[in-house]
């Protein structure tokens, strides 16, 4: 339901038409009754009328303009809110559109995505500290160098399917930047003027502490996972196997820092999935407005 905001006449006029009009209606209506019972209209019949009139005005001056005043001030209520209700649309639309067109996933896949990132935390670097440095890698060493490539050309799949272009992710984070700026400023205060219900604190807290996203197109990330991972996949069909160092220093070095980075887009991926969340308690605000 549209909140209700009263408005009002002036103080001043509030006194003339809905205090001493009625009084003077009611002395006129007493003067009336009194010069009826003796008889005194018989000969001013047009006075008659007039002064009739006149008592009537006094009554019915007040509550024609209350009424009026009621009805202009409920219209011009609804107006109101149906602005800021189609704004409240608008924004928390554009908020959506950016927030599920960052990636090509739902929910569901964005939260698998980001375990298997953190899973990929398997570091080469300690593969490497564990064996012998100069000679063939153990066969222990092997099943975890081949761990660590499954893993990451699992999280290469992913990353193809999810991603977008950097251009349609500028966009996006563009939109959701403008959108919710807009929405915090000029519809928030819209919708606490006119009383109607806003984000619970914690809900608004959390929205607010980040007002932009970072969209991870992986399109650096990629290709180099890609050539690590296809010469991996030679260094472990080669017979025989090259020692673990000249892994390390082709493959190893770069796979570990690539964990650093998939950490880093991990945590962006959890912030957008945080959003998405916090999404459904301003999409329920907008249908109960």
Not at 66 to 82: F, M
Not at 244 to 262: D, F, M, P, Q, R
Not at 265 to 273: P, Q, R
Request: proline share 4%; aromatic share 10%; glycine share 6%.
């Amino acid at each position: 339901m549209a909140p209700h905001r009263k408005f009002g006449l002036s103080y001043g006029m509030k006194i003339v038409i809905f205090a001493f009009t009625p009084t003077a209606g009611v002395a006129f209506l007493t003067f009336g009754l009194l010069r009826d019972a003796r008889g005194s209209w018989a000969a001013w019949p047009y006075a008659t009328n007039m002064f009739t009139a006149l008592t009537g005005a006094c009554f019915g001056i007040p509550l024609a303009i209350g009424v009026l005043q009621e009805i202009a001030s409920q219209q011009a209520d609804r107006a109101q809110w149906k602005i800021t209700r189609r704004m409240l649309v608008v924004n928390v639309a554009d908020i959506s559109d950016s927030l599920h067109g960052a990636y090509r996933a739902t929910l569901a896949e964005l939260r698998a995505v980001s375990a298997l990132m953190r899973h990929c935390h398997l570091r080469p670097t300690s593969i490497y500290d564990s064996s012998e440095k100069g000679g063939s890698p153990s066969v222990l060493v092997l099943a975890e160098i081949r761990h660590l490539v499954d893993a990451h050309i699992e999280l290469e799949d992913w990353m193809r399917k999810i991603a977008i272009d950097r251009q349609l992710a500028n966009v996006l984070e563009g939109q959701y930047s403008a959108a919710w700026d807009f929405l915090d400023g000029q519809v928030r205060a819209r919708l606490l003027e006119s009383g109607a219900p806003w984000l619970p604190r914690d809900v608004y807290v959390k929205l607010r502490s980040s007002c932009s996203i970072n969209v991870v197109t992986f399109e650096t990330l990629l290709p180099e996972v890609s050539s690590r991972i296809e010469y991996s996949k030679r260094f472990l069909s080669s017979n025989p196997v090259p020692s673990i160092y000249e892994w390390h220093n082709s493959a190893g070095y770069y796979l570990s820092a690539v964990v650093n980075n998939l950490t880093l887009a991990a945590s962006s991926i959890d912030n957008l999935i945080e959003k998405r969340e916090l999404l459904v308690y301003v999409e329920n605000l907008v249908a109960k407005s």
